[in-house]
């Protein structure tokens, strides 16, 4: 059975830093695309940031510069680092995995319950 769940948010002030966390099982982060979505009370998902296999990235632009994502094949674990949040990114994040080659991901199928971060200004 596969699972991801993600840990680490909460609330914070705009331009604090917060680090989410995304535990993996029955599937192993080295295999899949990993990536975190988010989704605002009343707005579409939003894809924030992918790593694929091999750990090459990719961001939206509304985080570029500010979010880190990151994975510990060894931990089976998915990161997130968000620094300098802004009010924006108030919304509950979730991550998800995909199966993937080396260098194509597919459809993103294995989701977590989400995390909610809320910045205040």
């Known amino acids: 059975q596969v699972q991801l769940v993600e840990s680490g948010g909460g609330s914070v002030q705009a331009g604090g830093s917060l680090r989410l966390s995304c535990a993996v099982s029955?599937?192993?982060?080295?295999?899949?695309?990993m990536a975190w979505f988010r989704q605002a009370t009343g707005k579409e998902r939003e894809k924030v940031a992918t790593?694929?296999?091999?750990?090459?990235?990719s961001y939206a632009d509304s985080v570029e510069g500010r979010f880190t994502i990151s994975k510990d094949n060894a931990e089976n674990t998915l990161y997130l680092q968000m620094n300098s949040l802004k009010p924006e990114d108030t919304a509950m994040y979730y991550c998800?995995?995909?199966?993937?080659?080396?260098?194509?991901?597919?459809?993103?199928?294995?989701w977590g319950q989400g995390t909610q971060i809320t910045v205040s200004s």
């Open positions: 998800a995995a995909a199966w993937g080659t080396l260098t194509q991901c597919a459809k993103y199928n294995y």
């Open positions: 029955g599937i192993t982060t080295s295999d899949y695309c």
């Open positions: 790593i694929g296999r091999l750990g090459s990235t």
